[in-house]
């Protein structure tokens, strides 16, 4: 009977200490890769200013020269003004699902390429597209939201799955 406990603690163990290290190395990807920066580069919803939809009701370019590093993921803006009224409160001009795609979201799957001018604010909140259509679709249909709301945490464990896997791959000689 001992042998028995001898040989099950080793496998418990490791696992025990797998899932413990996994833990820690999900921890600064989930803060991080929850901002949609594309396919390249680090700059979120493609260099858009998440602050001018809300200030000037439409979708305006940002500029290197007003930018501010948040959640991983540098955002442009239009003006000073505008990077400090986003420094005070991100979470209200950031974009839901981290800039990804709220269409595709309510479908509970990622969609990286977005298209910052197909977006709609609904009860203050940003929602940004991959297209108009798909922009109009979302803004017509409450049910989108709700159904984006339910998945949001899927597509949060998707992302980190990918991200870990790019990481071994990169990491594996």
């Not at 239009?78 to 709220?102: H, M, T, V, W």
């Not at 108009?132 to 949060?156: M, R």
Request: glycine share 8%.
């Amino acid at each position: 009977m001992f042998g028995l406990c001898r040989r099950a603690l080793p496998p418990v163990v490791m696992a025990t200490g797998a899932l413990a290290v996994l833990s820690l190395c999900t921890q600064p990807v989930m803060a991080e890769d929850f901002v949609n920066t594309g396919y390249f580069g680090d700059v979120a919803i493609k260099g858009f200013d998440p602050v001018a939809y809300f200030t000037q009701n439409r979708a305006v370019e940002g500029s290197s020269t007003y930018s501010h590093h948040w959640l991983g993921a540098t955002w442009y803006f239009a003006s000073r003004e505008n990077r400090d009224l986003f420094i005070k409160e991100p979470a209200r001009y950031a974009p839901q699902y981290g800039g990804y795609c709220a269409d595709g979201v309510s479908l509970g799957t990622v969609t990286t390429n977005i298209d910052p001018k197909a977006w709609r604010i609904i009860e203050g909140k940003l929602y940004i597209s991959y297209d108009p259509g798909a922009a109009d679709g979302f803004a017509k249909n409450p049910a989108k939201v709700v159904d984006s709301q339910k998945h949001w945490a899927e597509v949060q464990h998707t992302l980190v799955s990918e991200k870990l896997q790019t990481d071994w791959r990169k990491n594996t000689p």
